[in-house]
């Protein structure tokens, strides 16, 4: 049995070896590829596949399922080609802003969201920055923490941060600031949510899942990301460190630590299904951003179907290779099906 595991990079990450052997177990074997590894007049694909513990350039026919991230999406004629002659469990979703909506009116989560302003004049945004008193700005279609920034209010002055840096800026600099930087270029506005460990750190909590052998979702694992020394977002990309949820929640939120776990596995359980459901698309690995008050009250920040694979490798690959089966499996299935159907006709 053959699977693709596509991507953007040319040679294949440190994580992609340990899959490789991972599936092996299942009597699968792996074949890594960049989009322009395919072939598509010859229904081929130019890729890698891990012999003897070395990657290997081989040809082979164009796998029946393919892990595929979003960041694939912009080799429009690939992807067009491998929904004809494969198949994959991973599309584009949508935008922050239009998640948020979506949620808001389906109301299962409502509990959890933030309060979201998005398309305002400086005057609405204004006003919703003197409602909440500190806000943070976020681009619609955001990436590894970039573009974020917090304000505050602070008597007549605001405090405007970004990444390890701050500055206190007058109304009419803010206003300057919000005319070239903020209303052109899609932005949202949230109200700000401390979300900050004992010692003043930001942090959010990813809720890691992936489809398992059974085609369901499986919490892979849950994790604690601290922004070490920065000031609005808690991305690893952007440096910073990992925690196991556990021993953090006990070091943060003492007899609540039980209470606060519990509600985070609940979404887990059950945020993955809806998100599916109100777009109607299939994924196969999703990692899901929650913040945690001072009070122990959850909030959703957003969910990412590429996540990456830290703090988590042995993890996430058993139930990746386990899922790939069973796909495999299941795509047989239809195949048998659909030539009995043919035989019949």
Known sequence: MLVGYMRTFKKPKEFVKLLAKTTKYHGIDLVYFHPKDIDMERN????????????????????????VTVYSFKYKEQ???????????????SSKSNMYTKLKEDGEFADILIPTIEDSDFKDFYKFLKHHNQIVMKPKRGHKGQGIYKLAKEKNKYILSYGNNSEKISKGKLKKFYKKNLAPKNYIYQKYIASRTKHGDPFDCRIRLEKNGKGEWEIVINLIRIGTGQKVVSNIAQGGCISYLDPFLQANYGDQWKEIKNSIN????????KLEKLFNKELGSLGIDLGIDENGKLYFFESNNAPGVEGAWGEIALVKSEYYNYMLNKLSGKNSENNIRTAQH
């Open 79 to 93: 992807i067009k080609f491998l929904r004809k002659h494969s198949y994959f469990t991973t599309d584009r979703l």
């Open 266 to 273: 609940e979404v887990g359980k059950t945020f993955p299904a």
């Open 44 to 67: 081929v694909v130019n890729g890698k596949v891990l012999v003897d513990n070395k990657w290997v350039t081989k040809e082979v026919p164009v796998p029946p399922f393919v892990d």
